[in-house]
T-cell receptor, first 112, second 114 residues
Framework: GEDVEQSLFLSVREGDSSVINCTYT??????LYWYKQEPGAGLQLLTY?????DMKQDQRLTVLLNKKDKHLSLRIADTQTGDSAIYFC????????????FGTGTKLQVIP | NAGVTQTPKFQVLKTGQSMTLQCAQD?????MYWYRQDPGMGLRLIYY???????DKGEVPNGYNVSRLNKREFSLRLESAAPSQTSVYFC?????????????FGDGTRLSIL
């Protein structure tokens, strides 16, 4: 299918780790992205990973990529209330800059 | 340090009315994008501009037109608004370094068509 799939909702306690999962569709995708959207705002690019990598770490964020299963995850260590937002994964398919397909977003709720 | 600025932030139109959504970026980016965001769906690309003077259709271009007036500005026009165009519209920009993905987004225009 054409969809990039994510679960709709995740709730975690402050200080715990959050893991947000995504399944993408195109095995030829070259880049995979994670964006964060806070209420009333546009998307903010958090991180991205090249398709020839398995893992990328950036401070509290860890991205894992399983190309065989077309599965991408974002782990947020020591989750804070400021991490509450909607997280979108996206894939860049072959065909140029405009071919970035977004998932439906996962709403992360952090409970104090 | 404004980044990407969209105007207006909110708008209500009647079916059949026309309107132009404005977008400007101050980062000297070549690429600019217009997306719409609907409940339960990811962002969908309406139009894309790789550089001043060039525009390309995205996934959902019907009912829209765009103008890349100069390097800074990329406007989206609804010629005859329809209720199906009720959505949140985001403008974005990017530079060619990195992954070529939209990097900087405006805060959106919330548009309701009655």
């Amino acid at each position: 299918g054409e969809d990039v799939e994510q679960s709709l909702f995740l709730s975690v306690r402050e200080g715990d780790s959050s893991v947000i999962n995504c399944t993408y569709t195109d095995s030829s995708s070259t880049y995979l992205y994670w964006y964060k959207q806070e209420p009333g705002a546009g998307l903010q690019l958090l991180t991205y990973i090249f398709s020839n990598m398995d893992m990328k770490q950036d401070q509290r964020l860890t991205v894992l990529l399983n190309k065989k299963d077309k599965h991408l995850s974002l782990r947020i260590a020591d989750t804070q209330t400021g991490d509450s937002a909607i997280y979108f994964c996206a894939e860049r398919r072959s065909g140029g800059y405009q071919k970035v397909t977004f998932g439906t977003g996962t709403k992360l709720q952090v409970i104090p | 340090n404004a980044g990407v600025t969209q105007t207006p932030k909110f708008q209500v139109l009647k079916t059949g009315q026309s309107m132009t959504l404005q977008c400007a970026q101050d980062m000297n980016h070549n690429s600019m994008y217009w997306y719409r965001q609907d409940p339960g769906m990811g962002l969908r690309l309406i139009y894309y501009s790789a550089s001043e003077g060039t525009t390309d259709k995205g996934e959902v271009p019907n009912g829209y037109n765009v103008s890349r007036l100069n390097k800074r500005e990329f406007s989206l026009r609804l010629e005859s608004a329809a209720p199906s165009q009720t959505s949140v519209y985001f403008c974005a920009s990017s530079d060619p370094t990195g992954g070529g993905q939209p990097q900087h987004f405006g805060d959106g225009t919330r548009l309701s068509i009655l």
